[in-house]
Protein backbone atom coordinates (compact mmCIF):
# COMPACT_ATOMS: atom_id res chain seq x y z
CA UNK A 1 0.00 0.00 0.00
CA UNK A 2 1.58 3.36 -1.20
CA UNK A 3 2.46 5.84 2.17
CA UNK A 4 0.51 8.67 2.55
CA UNK A 5 3.45 10.90 2.42
CA UNK A 6 4.20 9.55 -1.13
CA UNK A 7 0.33 10.67 -2.02
CA UNK A 8 0.98 14.15 -0.75
CA UNK A 9 4.37 14.70 -2.16
CA UNK A 10 2.48 13.65 -5.18
CA UNK A 11 -0.17 15.62 -5.07
CA UNK A 12 2.39 18.95 -4.23
CA UNK A 13 3.86 18.48 -7.24
CA UNK A 14 0.97 18.36 -9.95
CA UNK A 15 0.12 21.34 -7.53
CA UNK A 16 3.04 23.40 -8.73
CA UNK A 17 2.35 22.32 -11.94
CA UNK A 18 -1.09 23.65 -11.81
CA UNK A 19 -0.17 26.63 -10.73
CA UNK A 20 2.62 27.17 -13.01
CA UNK A 21 0.11 27.36 -15.54
CA UNK A 22 -2.25 29.86 -12.91
CA UNK A 23 -4.68 26.78 -12.53
CA UNK A 24 -4.96 27.06 -9.06
CA UNK A 25 -6.78 30.60 -8.99
CA UNK A 26 -10.59 29.40 -9.89
CA UNK A 27 -9.82 26.87 -6.93
CA UNK A 28 -8.85 29.40 -4.28
CA UNK A 29 -11.50 32.09 -5.30
CA UNK A 30 -14.59 29.54 -5.20
CA UNK A 31 -16.45 29.44 -2.24
CA UNK A 32 -17.52 26.06 -1.89
CA UNK A 33 -13.55 24.92 -1.94
CA UNK A 34 -12.61 23.30 1.34
CA UNK A 35 -10.29 25.63 3.50
CA UNK A 36 -8.15 22.89 4.03
CA UNK A 37 -7.46 22.57 -0.20
CA UNK A 38 -7.23 26.44 -0.59
CA UNK A 39 -5.02 25.84 2.05
CA UNK A 40 -2.89 23.30 0.16
CA UNK A 41 -3.22 25.58 -2.89
CA UNK A 42 -1.71 28.58 -1.33
CA UNK A 43 1.28 26.27 -0.14
CA UNK A 44 1.38 24.81 -4.11
CA UNK A 45 1.25 28.03 -5.82
CA UNK A 46 4.07 29.79 -3.37
CA UNK A 47 6.63 31.24 -5.23
CA UNK A 48 5.56 30.38 -8.62
CA UNK A 49 5.28 32.58 -11.74
CA UNK A 50 1.34 32.63 -13.35
CA UNK A 51 0.28 33.42 -16.36
CA UNK A 52 -2.50 35.98 -16.83
CA UNK A 53 -4.75 32.94 -18.49
CA UNK A 54 -5.31 29.74 -16.61
CA UNK A 55 -3.75 26.88 -19.24
CA UNK A 56 -5.38 24.00 -17.59
CA UNK A 57 -4.82 21.77 -20.45
CA UNK A 58 -1.35 22.41 -20.47
CA UNK A 59 -1.20 21.52 -17.07
CA UNK A 60 -2.73 18.52 -17.70
CA UNK A 61 -0.72 17.09 -20.48
CA UNK A 62 2.42 18.06 -18.27
CA UNK A 63 1.11 15.86 -15.16
CA UNK A 64 0.54 12.66 -17.17
CA UNK A 65 -1.50 10.46 -18.91
CA UNK A 66 -4.33 9.64 -16.19
CA UNK A 67 -4.63 13.38 -15.53
CA UNK A 68 -5.38 13.98 -19.64
CA UNK A 69 -8.08 11.48 -19.00
CA UNK A 70 -9.37 13.22 -16.01
CA UNK A 71 -9.00 16.25 -18.50
CA UNK A 72 -10.91 15.50 -21.24
CA UNK A 73 -13.80 13.74 -19.00
CA UNK A 74 -14.07 17.72 -17.31
CA UNK A 75 -13.64 19.40 -20.74
CA UNK A 76 -17.55 17.87 -21.04
CA UNK A 77 -18.70 18.83 -17.56
CA UNK A 78 -19.18 23.00 -18.08
CA UNK A 79 -21.79 22.48 -15.02
CA UNK A 80 -18.73 21.53 -13.13
CA UNK A 81 -16.33 23.63 -14.15
CA UNK A 82 -17.17 26.11 -15.88
CA UNK A 83 -17.38 27.38 -19.61
CA UNK A 84 -13.90 28.93 -19.70
CA UNK A 85 -12.11 26.02 -18.34
CA UNK A 86 -14.17 23.87 -21.06
CA UNK A 87 -12.91 25.86 -23.78
CA UNK A 88 -9.64 25.69 -22.96
CA UNK A 89 -9.70 21.69 -22.00
CA UNK A 90 -11.62 21.11 -25.29
CA UNK A 91 -8.25 21.65 -26.75
CA UNK A 92 -6.29 18.65 -24.50
CA UNK A 93 -6.53 16.15 -27.23
CA UNK A 94 -4.76 12.80 -27.50
CA UNK A 95 -1.90 14.58 -29.72
CA UNK A 96 1.43 13.58 -27.96
CA UNK A 97 5.12 12.69 -28.57
CA UNK A 98 4.97 8.82 -29.93
CA UNK A 99 6.91 6.44 -28.37
CA UNK A 100 9.58 4.91 -31.26
CA UNK A 101 8.51 2.36 -33.67
CA UNK A 102 10.86 -0.13 -32.42
CA UNK A 103 9.38 -0.24 -28.79
CA UNK A 104 5.41 -0.17 -30.65
CA UNK A 105 6.99 -3.23 -32.81
CA UNK A 106 8.59 -5.04 -30.07
CA UNK A 107 5.18 -4.96 -28.31
CA UNK A 108 3.26 -6.42 -30.95
CA UNK A 109 5.50 -9.14 -31.42
CA UNK A 110 5.61 -10.04 -27.42
CA UNK A 111 2.01 -9.96 -27.18
CA UNK A 112 1.07 -12.47 -29.94
CA UNK A 113 4.40 -14.47 -29.26
CA UNK A 114 5.20 -14.39 -33.26
CA UNK A 115 7.45 -12.22 -35.63
CA UNK A 116 5.28 -8.95 -36.78
CA UNK A 117 6.33 -10.12 -39.96
CA UNK A 118 3.83 -13.02 -39.43
CA UNK A 119 0.87 -10.65 -39.23
CA UNK A 120 1.47 -7.41 -41.53
CA UNK A 121 3.34 -7.13 -44.35
CA UNK A 122 3.71 -3.24 -44.02
CA UNK A 123 3.33 -1.06 -40.83
CA UNK A 124 3.51 2.59 -41.35
CA UNK A 125 6.49 3.50 -38.52
CA UNK A 126 4.80 7.10 -38.45
CA UNK A 127 1.64 7.02 -36.34
CA UNK A 128 -1.91 8.36 -37.61
CA UNK A 129 -2.20 9.34 -33.48
CA UNK A 130 -0.32 9.39 -30.36
CA UNK A 131 -2.89 9.21 -27.54
CA UNK A 132 -2.59 9.29 -23.67
CA UNK A 133 -3.03 5.34 -23.24
CA UNK A 134 -2.05 4.05 -27.18
CA UNK A 135 -1.25 5.25 -30.74
CA UNK A 136 -2.15 4.07 -33.85
CA UNK A 137 -0.34 2.78 -36.96
CA UNK A 138 -1.56 2.38 -40.33
CA UNK A 139 -0.91 -1.11 -41.94
CA UNK A 140 -1.31 -3.99 -44.40
CA UNK A 141 -2.02 -7.38 -43.22
CA UNK A 142 -0.28 -10.48 -44.65
CA UNK A 143 -3.71 -11.24 -46.64
CA UNK A 144 -3.50 -7.72 -48.31
CA UNK A 145 -6.31 -5.11 -46.58
CA UNK A 146 -5.06 -1.70 -44.98
CA UNK A 147 -5.77 -1.82 -41.62
CA UNK A 148 -4.84 0.18 -38.46
CA UNK A 149 -3.40 -1.08 -35.66
CA UNK A 150 -3.84 0.32 -31.85
CA UNK A 151 -1.23 -0.56 -29.49
CA UNK A 152 -0.72 0.25 -25.60
CA UNK A 153 2.10 2.28 -24.85
CA UNK A 154 4.74 0.54 -22.69
CA UNK A 155 4.40 0.60 -19.37
CA UNK A 156 1.20 3.08 -19.36
CA UNK A 157 -0.74 0.19 -17.38
CA UNK A 158 1.38 0.99 -14.08
CA UNK A 159 1.80 4.54 -14.47
CA UNK A 160 -2.08 4.58 -14.68
CA UNK A 161 -2.32 2.52 -11.64
CA UNK A 162 -0.01 4.67 -9.67
CA UNK A 163 -1.86 7.93 -10.63
CA UNK A 164 -5.66 6.40 -9.92
CA UNK A 165 -4.13 5.43 -6.34
CA UNK A 166 -3.29 8.66 -5.48
CA UNK A 167 -6.50 9.85 -6.62
CA UNK A 168 -8.29 7.48 -4.71
CA UNK A 169 -6.83 8.72 -1.62
CA UNK A 170 -7.49 12.13 -2.27
CA UNK A 171 -10.83 11.52 -3.25
CA UNK A 172 -11.68 9.63 0.22
CA UNK A 173 -10.15 12.63 2.51
CA UNK A 174 -11.95 15.16 -0.03
CA UNK A 175 -15.24 13.45 1.27
CA UNK A 176 -14.25 13.02 4.53
CA UNK A 177 -14.64 16.74 4.65
CA UNK A 178 -18.09 16.97 4.27
CA UNK A 179 -20.66 19.73 2.40
CA UNK A 180 -20.84 19.65 -0.96
CA UNK A 181 -17.69 17.50 -1.40
CA UNK A 182 -19.85 14.64 0.30
CA UNK A 183 -23.10 15.63 -1.96
CA UNK A 184 -20.77 15.18 -4.97
CA UNK A 185 -19.35 11.50 -4.52
CA UNK A 186 -15.83 12.02 -5.47
CA UNK A 187 -15.26 8.38 -4.76
CA UNK A 188 -17.69 7.29 -6.82
CA UNK A 189 -16.42 9.36 -9.60
CA UNK A 190 -12.93 8.12 -8.87
CA UNK A 191 -13.80 4.68 -9.30
CA UNK A 192 -16.57 5.09 -12.29
CA UNK A 193 -12.91 6.77 -13.51
CA UNK A 194 -10.86 4.10 -12.22
CA UNK A 195 -13.37 1.21 -13.91
CA UNK A 196 -13.12 2.98 -17.27
CA UNK A 197 -9.68 3.40 -17.77
CA UNK A 198 -9.30 -0.40 -16.77
CA UNK A 199 -11.56 -0.75 -19.95
CA UNK A 200 -9.46 0.97 -21.80
CA UNK A 201 -6.21 -0.71 -21.00
CA UNK A 202 -7.40 -4.23 -22.57
CA UNK A 203 -7.78 -4.04 -25.63
CA UNK A 204 -9.89 -6.98 -26.35
CA UNK A 205 -13.00 -5.60 -24.72
CA UNK A 206 -12.47 -2.56 -26.50
CA UNK A 207 -12.99 -5.06 -29.57
CA UNK A 208 -15.56 -6.40 -28.24
CA UNK A 209 -17.51 -3.08 -27.46
CA UNK A 210 -17.13 -2.19 -30.97
CA UNK A 211 -18.40 -5.53 -31.62
CA UNK A 212 -21.34 -5.00 -29.95
CA UNK A 213 -22.23 -1.79 -30.97
CA UNK A 214 -22.03 -2.57 -34.93
CA UNK A 215 -24.93 -5.36 -34.11
CA UNK A 216 -27.38 -3.20 -32.29
CA UNK A 217 -26.60 -0.30 -35.15
CA UNK A 218 -26.96 -2.70 -38.16
CA UNK A 219 -29.49 -1.69 -40.46
CA UNK A 220 -29.08 2.51 -38.96
CA UNK A 221 -28.31 4.31 -42.60
CA UNK A 222 -25.96 6.69 -42.39
CA UNK A 223 -23.73 5.48 -39.57
CA UNK A 224 -21.22 2.87 -39.45
CA UNK A 225 -18.07 1.00 -36.73
CA UNK A 226 -15.20 -0.67 -38.49
CA UNK A 227 -14.72 -4.15 -38.54
CA UNK A 228 -12.56 -5.81 -35.87
CA UNK A 229 -10.00 -7.93 -37.10
CA UNK A 230 -10.00 -10.65 -34.49
CA UNK A 231 -6.92 -12.72 -35.60
CA UNK A 232 -4.62 -9.53 -34.90
CA UNK A 233 -5.96 -8.80 -31.44
CA UNK A 234 -5.26 -9.15 -28.36
CA UNK A 235 -5.28 -7.17 -24.81
CA UNK A 236 -2.84 -5.07 -25.76
CA UNK A 237 -3.04 -4.79 -29.86
CA UNK A 238 -6.17 -4.01 -31.25
CA UNK A 239 -6.58 -4.16 -35.52
CA UNK A 240 -9.65 -2.46 -37.32
CA UNK A 241 -10.39 -2.42 -40.80
CA UNK A 242 -9.10 1.53 -42.24
CA UNK A 243 -11.34 4.43 -42.01
CA UNK A 244 -11.15 6.48 -45.30
CA UNK A 245 -13.31 10.11 -44.32
CA UNK A 246 -12.83 13.30 -43.50
CA UNK A 247 -12.65 14.38 -39.80
CA UNK A 248 -15.98 15.83 -38.43
CA UNK A 249 -14.25 18.31 -37.03
CA UNK A 250 -13.36 19.43 -40.45
CA UNK A 251 -15.85 21.71 -41.57
CA UNK A 252 -14.41 23.31 -44.48
CA UNK A 253 -13.43 20.15 -45.63
CA UNK A 254 -17.04 18.75 -44.91
CA UNK A 255 -18.33 22.04 -47.31
CA UNK A 256 -15.73 20.99 -50.07
CA UNK A 257 -16.63 17.74 -50.19
CA UNK A 258 -20.40 18.19 -50.78
CA UNK A 259 -21.90 17.01 -47.40
CA UNK A 260 -25.13 18.27 -46.05
CA UNK A 261 -23.73 19.33 -42.65
CA UNK A 262 -27.10 20.13 -41.16
CA UNK A 263 -28.06 16.90 -42.25
CA UNK A 264 -25.16 15.39 -40.90
CA UNK A 265 -25.69 17.25 -37.37
CA UNK A 266 -29.16 15.92 -37.21
CA UNK A 267 -28.37 12.20 -37.55
CA UNK A 268 -25.50 12.32 -35.46
CA UNK A 269 -27.71 13.51 -32.60
CA UNK A 270 -30.71 10.62 -33.67
CA UNK A 271 -27.91 8.06 -33.86
CA UNK A 272 -27.08 9.22 -30.12
CA UNK A 273 -30.30 8.73 -29.15
CA UNK A 274 -31.24 5.67 -30.96
CA UNK A 275 -27.74 3.91 -29.01
CA UNK A 276 -28.53 5.35 -25.57
CA UNK A 277 -32.74 5.03 -25.28
CA UNK A 278 -33.41 2.03 -27.72
CA UNK A 279 -30.44 0.01 -26.81
CA UNK A 280 -29.10 1.33 -23.63
CA UNK A 281 -25.77 0.78 -25.00
CA UNK A 282 -23.91 3.51 -26.38
CA UNK A 283 -20.16 5.38 -27.62
CA UNK A 284 -19.38 7.28 -24.89
CA UNK A 285 -16.40 8.78 -26.26
CA UNK A 286 -17.90 10.69 -29.35
CA UNK A 287 -15.69 14.07 -29.59
CA UNK A 288 -14.59 15.30 -32.93
CA UNK A 289 -11.56 13.36 -33.27
CA UNK A 290 -13.70 9.88 -33.22
CA UNK A 291 -15.92 10.44 -35.88
CA UNK A 292 -15.38 10.28 -39.13
CA UNK A 293 -17.42 11.05 -42.52
CA UNK A 294 -17.40 8.86 -45.62
CA UNK A 295 -17.34 10.42 -48.89
CA UNK A 296 -21.13 8.68 -48.94
CA UNK A 297 -21.97 10.75 -45.78
CA UNK A 298 -21.99 7.80 -43.87
CA UNK A 299 -20.52 8.85 -40.48
CA UNK A 300 -18.12 6.37 -38.99
CA UNK A 301 -16.47 5.79 -35.13
CA UNK A 302 -13.75 4.28 -34.00
CA UNK A 303 -12.21 4.43 -30.40
CA UNK A 304 -14.64 2.82 -28.00
CA UNK A 305 -12.53 2.31 -24.90
CA UNK A 306 -15.44 4.05 -23.20
CA UNK A 307 -18.98 2.83 -23.36
CA UNK A 308 -21.79 3.39 -21.48
CA UNK A 309 -24.76 1.32 -20.62
CA UNK A 310 -28.16 2.44 -18.93
CA UNK A 311 -31.01 0.10 -17.95
CA UNK A 312 -34.37 -0.33 -19.44
CA UNK A 313 -35.47 1.43 -16.44
CA UNK A 314 -33.09 3.73 -16.35
CA UNK A 315 -34.15 4.38 -20.23
CA UNK A 316 -38.06 5.53 -19.50
CA UNK A 317 -37.01 7.95 -17.20
CA UNK A 318 -34.27 9.29 -19.52
CA UNK A 319 -37.34 9.33 -22.54
CA UNK A 320 -40.05 10.77 -20.38
CA UNK A 321 -37.60 13.41 -18.49
CA UNK A 322 -36.43 14.41 -22.39
CA UNK A 323 -40.12 14.48 -23.26
CA UNK A 324 -41.28 16.55 -20.72
CA UNK A 325 -38.53 18.74 -20.98
CA UNK A 326 -39.16 19.32 -24.73
CA UNK A 327 -43.52 19.74 -23.95
CA UNK A 328 -42.75 21.68 -20.83
CA UNK A 329 -44.33 19.24 -18.85
CA UNK A 330 -42.17 20.18 -15.82
CA UNK A 331 -44.52 18.15 -13.15
CA UNK A 332 -43.93 14.87 -14.83
CA UNK A 333 -40.40 15.67 -15.13
CA UNK A 334 -40.25 16.10 -11.54
CA UNK A 335 -42.44 13.03 -10.78
CA UNK A 336 -39.77 11.15 -12.35
CA UNK A 337 -36.90 12.48 -10.43
CA UNK A 338 -38.84 11.48 -7.15
CA UNK A 339 -40.23 8.06 -8.57
CA UNK A 340 -35.82 7.67 -9.28
CA UNK A 341 -35.51 9.22 -5.81
CA UNK A 342 -32.33 11.21 -7.26
CA UNK A 343 -34.69 13.93 -5.55
CA UNK A 344 -34.86 12.96 -1.28
CA UNK A 345 -38.23 12.77 -0.82
CA UNK A 346 -38.71 15.42 2.01
CA UNK A 347 -38.43 18.16 -1.06
CA UNK A 348 -41.80 19.09 -2.39
CA UNK A 349 -42.82 17.57 -5.92
CA UNK A 350 -44.57 20.84 -6.73
CA UNK A 351 -41.40 22.97 -5.62
CA UNK A 352 -39.07 21.31 -8.09
CA UNK A 353 -41.37 21.65 -10.89
CA UNK A 354 -41.24 25.10 -10.67
CA UNK A 355 -37.72 25.40 -9.90
CA UNK A 356 -37.27 23.13 -13.79
CA UNK A 357 -39.61 25.26 -15.11
CA UNK A 358 -37.62 28.35 -14.06
CA UNK A 359 -34.67 26.71 -16.45
CA UNK A 360 -36.54 25.21 -19.46
CA UNK A 361 -38.66 27.61 -20.34
CA UNK A 362 -36.32 30.27 -21.47
CA UNK A 363 -34.72 27.60 -23.43
CA UNK A 364 -38.01 26.10 -25.41
CA UNK A 365 -38.06 26.54 -28.52
CA UNK A 366 -34.89 27.87 -29.19
CA UNK A 367 -31.75 27.56 -31.26
CA UNK A 368 -28.50 26.21 -29.30
CA UNK A 369 -26.79 29.78 -31.33
CA UNK A 370 -29.13 31.43 -29.26
CA UNK A 371 -28.98 29.96 -25.55
CA UNK A 372 -26.81 30.98 -22.52
CA UNK A 373 -24.99 27.42 -21.79
CA UNK A 374 -23.33 28.82 -19.03
CA UNK A 375 -26.92 30.44 -17.43
CA UNK A 376 -28.67 27.61 -17.92
CA UNK A 377 -26.40 25.28 -16.57
CA UNK A 378 -25.69 27.43 -13.56
CA UNK A 379 -29.52 27.41 -12.76
CA UNK A 380 -29.57 23.23 -13.18
CA UNK A 381 -26.25 23.53 -10.89
CA UNK A 382 -27.91 25.29 -8.15
CA UNK A 383 -31.38 23.07 -8.49
CA UNK A 384 -29.33 20.23 -7.89
CA UNK A 385 -27.46 21.81 -4.70
CA UNK A 386 -30.83 23.37 -3.31
CA UNK A 387 -32.59 19.82 -3.32
CA UNK A 388 -30.30 18.23 -2.28
CA UNK A 389 -29.62 15.70 -5.54
CA UNK A 390 -26.37 13.76 -4.90
CA UNK A 391 -24.26 13.12 -8.09
CA UNK A 392 -25.41 9.44 -10.01
CA UNK A 393 -22.24 7.99 -11.18
CA UNK A 394 -23.88 5.72 -13.35
CA UNK A 395 -25.28 8.61 -15.11
CA UNK A 396 -22.00 10.54 -15.75
CA UNK A 397 -21.17 8.97 -18.85
CA UNK A 398 -24.65 9.67 -20.49
CA UNK A 399 -24.31 13.54 -19.55
CA UNK A 400 -20.99 13.57 -21.09
CA UNK A 401 -21.83 12.22 -24.19
CA UNK A 402 -24.79 14.77 -24.42
CA UNK A 403 -22.81 17.51 -23.61
CA UNK A 404 -20.03 16.07 -26.55
CA UNK A 405 -23.35 15.31 -29.22
CA UNK A 406 -24.42 19.03 -28.94
CA UNK A 407 -21.12 20.67 -28.99
CA UNK A 408 -20.58 18.49 -32.75
CA UNK A 409 -23.96 19.35 -33.99
CA UNK A 410 -23.87 22.77 -32.92
CA UNK A 411 -20.65 23.37 -35.02
CA UNK A 412 -22.04 21.70 -37.43
CA UNK A 413 -25.35 23.65 -37.71
CA UNK A 414 -25.16 26.13 -35.35
CA UNK A 415 -29.24 26.83 -35.98
CA UNK A 416 -30.06 23.54 -34.44
CA UNK A 417 -32.76 23.33 -32.38
CA UNK A 418 -31.98 20.29 -30.08
CA UNK A 419 -35.38 20.01 -29.05
CA UNK A 420 -36.82 19.74 -32.18
CA UNK A 421 -34.73 17.04 -33.61
CA UNK A 422 -34.74 14.76 -30.57
CA UNK A 423 -38.65 15.23 -29.57
CA UNK A 424 -40.42 13.08 -32.68
CA UNK A 425 -37.39 10.30 -31.72
CA UNK A 426 -38.44 10.20 -28.01
CA UNK A 427 -42.18 10.51 -28.64
CA UNK A 428 -42.06 7.58 -30.52
CA UNK A 429 -39.88 5.22 -28.52
CA UNK A 430 -42.46 6.61 -25.67
CA UNK A 431 -45.60 5.46 -27.61
CA UNK A 432 -43.62 1.77 -28.92
CA UNK A 433 -42.52 1.48 -25.37
CA UNK A 434 -44.59 2.32 -22.90
CA UNK A 435 -47.54 2.85 -24.76
CA UNK A 436 -50.82 0.17 -24.15
CA UNK A 437 -50.40 -2.55 -26.22
CA UNK A 438 -46.33 -2.53 -24.94
CA UNK A 439 -47.31 -2.27 -21.18
CA UNK A 440 -49.70 -5.03 -21.75
CA UNK A 441 -47.17 -7.52 -23.59
CA UNK A 442 -44.49 -6.61 -20.70
CA UNK A 443 -47.22 -6.87 -17.99
CA UNK A 444 -48.15 -10.45 -19.13
CA UNK A 445 -44.27 -11.42 -20.10
CA UNK A 446 -42.96 -10.56 -16.62
CA UNK A 447 -46.17 -11.58 -14.48
CA UNK A 448 -45.51 -14.85 -16.48
CA UNK A 449 -41.85 -15.03 -14.94
CA UNK A 450 -42.77 -14.10 -11.93
CA UNK A 451 -45.27 -16.90 -11.39
CA UNK A 452 -42.50 -19.32 -12.48
CA UNK A 453 -40.31 -17.85 -9.92
CA UNK A 454 -42.71 -17.58 -6.97
CA UNK A 455 -41.38 -19.89 -4.76
CA UNK A 456 -37.49 -18.85 -4.80
CA UNK A 457 -39.11 -15.11 -4.73
CA UNK A 458 -40.83 -16.02 -1.79
CA UNK A 459 -37.49 -17.16 0.25
CA UNK A 460 -34.92 -13.91 -1.32
CA UNK A 461 -36.94 -11.12 -1.77
CA UNK A 462 -36.84 -9.14 1.26
CA UNK A 463 -33.09 -10.35 1.54
CA UNK A 464 -32.01 -10.08 -1.95
CA UNK A 465 -34.03 -7.58 -3.37
CA UNK A 466 -34.88 -4.50 -1.78
CA UNK A 467 -36.36 -1.84 -3.22
CA UNK A 468 -34.05 0.39 -5.15
CA UNK A 469 -34.12 3.98 -6.32
CA UNK A 470 -33.35 4.98 -9.75
CA UNK A 471 -29.39 4.66 -9.14
CA UNK A 472 -28.24 1.02 -9.50
CA UNK A 473 -26.37 -0.64 -6.46
CA UNK A 474 -22.83 0.84 -6.41
CA UNK A 475 -19.78 -1.04 -6.46
CA UNK A 476 -17.89 -1.50 -3.35
CA UNK A 477 -15.19 0.92 -2.86
CA UNK A 478 -11.75 0.29 -1.51
CA UNK A 479 -10.56 1.29 2.30
CA UNK A 480 -9.05 3.98 2.38
CA UNK A 481 -7.49 5.17 5.61
CA UNK A 482 -7.66 8.31 6.52
CA UNK A 483 -4.58 10.52 7.57
CA UNK A 484 -6.17 11.85 10.82
CA UNK A 485 -7.37 8.59 12.06
CA UNK A 486 -3.91 6.56 11.96
CA UNK A 487 -1.90 6.71 15.00
CA UNK A 488 0.57 9.20 15.89
CA UNK A 489 3.69 7.28 16.70
CA UNK A 490 7.30 8.93 16.70
CA UNK A 491 8.11 7.84 13.32
CA UNK A 492 4.86 9.44 11.81
CA UNK A 493 4.41 12.12 14.32
CA UNK A 494 5.45 14.34 11.31
CA UNK A 495 2.23 14.04 9.45
CA UNK A 496 0.24 16.18 12.00
CA UNK A 497 2.52 19.36 10.83
CA UNK A 498 1.98 18.29 7.21
CA UNK A 499 -2.07 17.93 8.17
CA UNK A 500 -2.14 21.94 9.26
CA UNK A 501 -1.59 22.99 5.81
CA UNK A 502 -3.80 20.05 3.60
CA UNK A 503 -5.82 17.75 6.16
CA UNK A 504 -5.54 14.73 4.22
CA UNK A 505 -3.67 16.73 1.26
CA UNK A 506 -6.83 16.62 -0.58
CA UNK A 507 -5.26 17.06 -3.52
CA UNK A 508 -5.96 20.45 -5.55
CA UNK A 509 -5.53 17.47 -8.42
CA UNK A 510 -8.12 15.38 -6.87
CA UNK A 511 -10.84 18.34 -6.51
CA UNK A 512 -10.38 19.15 -9.99
CA UNK A 513 -10.87 15.33 -10.63
CA UNK A 514 -13.74 15.05 -8.76
CA UNK A 515 -15.31 18.33 -10.81
CA UNK A 516 -17.07 20.21 -7.72
CA UNK A 517 -14.94 22.77 -8.37
CA UNK A 518 -15.59 26.15 -10.48
CA UNK A 519 -12.15 26.35 -12.08
Known amino acids: MTRPITHIFRLLKWGRTLARHGALRGIERDPNTPPQVKRLARVARFG ?50 PVPYSEIEQAIAASFGRPVSDLFVEIDPVPVGAASIAQVHKAVTTDGRQVAVKV ?27 GEARRLRPRLTIANFKRWTNRELDLRREAASASELAESMKGVEGYSIPAI ?83 RRARQWLAEILYGLTTGNYRRVAEIHFEAQYVPSYHSVDEFATALRAVGEPMRGKPVSELSVGQMLDGLFAITRDFDMETQ ?127
Open 393 to 519: PHLLLLQKTMVMVEGIATSLNPQINMWDVSAPFVRNWIRDELGPEAALAGRIKSDLETLLRLPDLVRRVEERFPAKGGAPEQPPLPDVPLMWERRVSGGVRWLQVLAGFGVGAVAVVGALATGFLHL
Open 48 to 97: TIQPREPDYAGAFQDIGPAAIKLGQSLATRPDLVGETAVANLLTLQDDLP
Open 152 to 178: LRPGVRKRLERDIATYEWAAAHLEALG
Open 229 to 311: DWDRTNGRVMTVDWIDGIKISDREALIAAGHDLPELAERLVLAFLRQAISGGFFHADMHQGNLFVRADGTITAIDFGIMGRID
